[in-house]
């Protein structure tokens, strides 16, 4: 029996007992928008989604991405146009072409220019060693993901005493019914550390920046040959949150997983080095012992971070609940791996 790609198992889910409409129906909808003679789905489809890129468009215009979302993963106006203006060229320009008429269930439906490259997860390798060849693509992968975190780090963003309060309050309560479970294995005293330093993010001096919310293998694109990041894209979990909360990615990216568990690569410190180095380089950050103290606050906020994603089933909207992962999940391999790191 041959085993159905991963990439065509997530579309086939998302079209599993919808009405209307189908696949092809999607694509011809997707052709029509923009004017395109074909229509074919990206190579890493998401799970609320369905994208398409329409290539051999009228008089010789851009490749153009169709996005059909369900509505609860609908990508904000705001959020986009203010990772536009942190991250440049680097995030798609979205425009919302309103419902799909007649969809059952209900699509909304989204246009951006089509961003080259591949994405990580096709990217990065799945081998503990690398070759000289390997290494460099993936020192420039880091460094400029560092470059990513230092643009967000020099543009904090304004967040009332109100608003601090209630994402506190979002997270202590996650927080506490994880501490609570005697099912993950993430140890009792690692979680009560990230509990006890939890309200410093929160203070007045600690940056609140642009937080991606879901910046995984899936929605980063790199140059084929080089590994430069290309493009960042699905923002429908964007919000404002205290630095280093999306820093997780550094060692979701510096490693995998496989059946056998998590396996970070060899030069794992190597890259991590060339993340910092070029993190300190971008970000303007000298002081030495200053230095100290934003790695070791990025670093803990990357801890809640990766908890929050992987610890918790997930709502509608694809944000974290207050209901626990199933005991055998493997998401909780990943967060034994990345807590002891």
Known sequence: MVEIPWAQQAVNRFFEGRKYPTRFQCDRIAQSISGASDARNVDTPGSM?????????????????VSFREPEAHLDQGMSELAQAVHGHLVPETSHYGMVDGADPPLTLYTMPYLPGISCLDALTCQVAMDGLAEVRHVCFVQHLARYFARCWSKPQHTTIEARAETLDRIQRRLDLLSLSSSSGLGTSAVLELKRSLPAFFAQEYPQVLTHGDLSRTNILVDEDTYEITGIVDWSLAAILPFGMDLDCLFLTTGYMDRDGWHDYACRSRLHEAFWAEFWSASGVRDNARRDQVRDMAERAARIGAILRYAFQRNADGSPSEALVSDGASTWRYMQAWLAA
């Open 49 to 65: 989604s369905y994208t398409v890129i329409c290539t051999g468009r009228h008089a010789g215009k851009q490749d153009l991405v």
